[in-house]
């Protein structure tokens, strides 16, 4: 007699910490939506970040 296999995959839970696809394309979203918010302050204002940082 052979064992019966299993018919249905079983659903595996997303982890709640550290490294995910959600939490990766969150992390992205925000990095770019930052980038573009910076390139933008910078063009309006005239000033670079090292001089709103008080270094340049």
Do not use: C, D, H
Request: charged share 15%.
């Amino acid at each position: 007699m052979t064992t019966p296999q299993p018919t249905v995959t079983p659903k595996l839970e997303e982890p709640k910490f550290g490294f995910s696809g959600y939490a990766e394309r969150l992390n992205g979203r925000a990095a770019m939506i930052g980038f573009a918010l910076t390139l933008i302050i910078e063009y309006v204002t005239g000033q670079g970040v090292l001089a709103w940082l008080g270094l340049g």
